[in-house]
């Protein structure tokens, strides 16, 4: 599986952005999904999953209510449509799979794809 991220950007506080993650060389429909984000200097951190069974949702504290995931099975694609940005929300966002079923949707280390990153900067 491949994963390709895009939709980063420039944008104010306040402001909006939608990430996608188009997958290619396998279905990714029953996969587990989910947006992990890196700031310069620090870890990898967890924003948001979505089921690859139902669909379930789990999201960050600091994203709640922010942050929407969606899928596209159709299309074999993952979306996180991000609003009243903050700059904190500042880091290279991923997008990650995995063929597993797993209640441990917030570690990194559970998922077997990822894709390369896309950039995303909000400026106070």
């Known amino acids: 599986v491949q994963l390709q991220a895009s939709g980063g950007g420039v944008v104010q506080a306040g402001g909006s952005l939608r990430l996608s993650c188009a997958a290619s060389?396998?279905?990714?429909?029953?996969?587990?999904m989910a947006w992990f984000r890196q700031a310069p200097g620090q870890e990898r951190e967890f924003v948001v999953a979505?089921?690859?069974?139902?669909?379930?949702?789990w999201y960050s504290d600091s994203t709640k209510g922010r942050f929407t995931i969606s899928r596209d099975n159709a299309n074999n694609s993952m979306y996180l449509q991000m609003n009243s940005l903050k700059p904190e929300d500042t880091a290279v966002y991923y997008c990650?799979?995995?063929?597993?079923?797993?209640?441990?949707?917030?570690?990194?280390?559970?998922?077997?794809?990822w894709g390369q990153g896309t950039q995303v900067t909000v400026s106070s």
């Open positions: 979505i089921s690859g069974i139902d669909g379930r949702r």
């Open positions: 990650a799979a995995d063929r597993h079923f797993s209640t441990v949707y917030y570690s990194s280390q559970r998922y077997d794809f």
């Open positions: 060389g396998r279905t990714v429909s029953t996969y587990d």
